[in-house]
């Protein structure tokens, strides 16, 4: 699940770029920058470095401006920046400290000290990765967990009411799932959990997919028009139907709503979505309902 991990090392100058990258070879993987414009690009980019080697005296762009702009762009505000600099004063350190780096370190350097450093700040990174991986993912199937839907329903509720576009909310129950585990056992169970898991993870920019507890998921649909949130719905039915792990017949029966002016909070248009699933399961599963 956590893959090396990458540094990115931004300077102007050409051969200090390769000192460092030899000062921490074998530590981590290692992405370049020449300037801080590349440097804000690249740190964008997934899979997004795990720090950032900071050089602070730069044409155009100096470090101070770009790490300021890292922290304040919600895509990269949670990467390490350490600043790798010339400039030895007091004050200099105290700015990059204050704008948010979590290290500082002058040039001229020495290899083992950065080294040193690096690697703290990468183990702290990987536990930071770690807790994150907790607190906001379903650890069976790898989609996201109930606290994470919930933040983000806030969010994209908010975002709908002010911007005035659809907001939609599946929940979705896999069908007699309590005899797929009596039939077949808890560990079946759990496979088919992750493979219901995958079918109903939407590769699309507006939706989000959660496992909200035991058989239950839930989706949002994000500025989705009635049809196409419709079409959506259904293509999940085909895939989970589709699946046959084991040759086990698994459906799921999902119950539908769309965002409303009496809906005041998330748990309003979520109940709505909780009775048109009660309606599905009452007529019949394998289906939708509004
Ligand atoms: P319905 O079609 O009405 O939804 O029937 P159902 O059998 O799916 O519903 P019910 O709520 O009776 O059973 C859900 C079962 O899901 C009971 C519970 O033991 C099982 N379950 C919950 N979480 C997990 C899990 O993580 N793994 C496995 N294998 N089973 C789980
Ligand atoms: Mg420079
Ligand atoms: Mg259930
Ligand atoms: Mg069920």
């Known amino acids: 699940m956590f893959n090396?991990?990458?540094v990115l090392i931004v300077d102007d100058s050409p051969s200090i770029l390769k000192m460092l990258a030899s000062c921490i070879k074998g530590l981590c993987q290692m992405k370049t920058a020449h300037s801080g414009r590349e440097c804000l690009e690249i740190a964008a980019q997934i899979p997004q470095p795990d720090l950032i080697l900071l050089d602070v005296s730069m044409p155009e762009m100096d470090g101070y401006e770009v790490c300021e702009q890292l922290k304040m762009n919600p895509v990269t505000a949670a990467i390490p920046v350490i600043f790798v600099t010339g400039l030895q004063g007091?004050?200099?350190e105290e700015k990059g400290l204050m704008i948010g780096a979590v290290d500082y370190i002058t040039k001229p350097f020495r290899p083992a000290i950065v080294a040193a450093r690096v690697s703290t700040h990468l183990t702290i990174k990987l536990q930071q990765d770690k807790l994150n991986q907790l607190a906001f993912y379903d650890q069976l199937t790898g989609l996201y967990n109930r606290h994470y839907l919930m933040d983000v329903a806030k969010q994209k509720m908010q975002a709908s009411q002010q911007q005035q576009h659809p907001l939609w909310v599946l929940m979705i129950d896999v069908d007699h799932f309590k005899s797929i585990n009596d039939n077949h056992g808890h560990s079946v169970g759990d496979l088919v959990l992750q493979q219901v898991g995958e079918a109903l993870a939407i590769d699309d920019e507006t939706a989000v997919t959660a496992r909200s507890g035991g058989e239950e998921f839930v989706i949002l649909f994000d500025q989705c028009?009635?049809?196409?949130?419709?079409?959506?719905a259904i293509l999940l039915l085909d895939a989970v139907e589709s699946l046959n792990p084991h040759k086990i017949n698994v459906t799921i029966s999902i119950g539908m709503a769309k965002i409303s002016e009496q809906d005041k909070d998330f748990d309003s248009l979520l109940k709505r979505a909780d009775i048109a699933l009660y309606k599905a399961k009452e007529n019949g599963r394998n289906r939708l309902e509004l």
């Open 90 to 92: 007091e004050k200099d």
């Open 225 to 232: 028009e009635d049809e196409e949130a419709f079409n959506k």
């Open 4 to 6: 090396k991990q990458t």
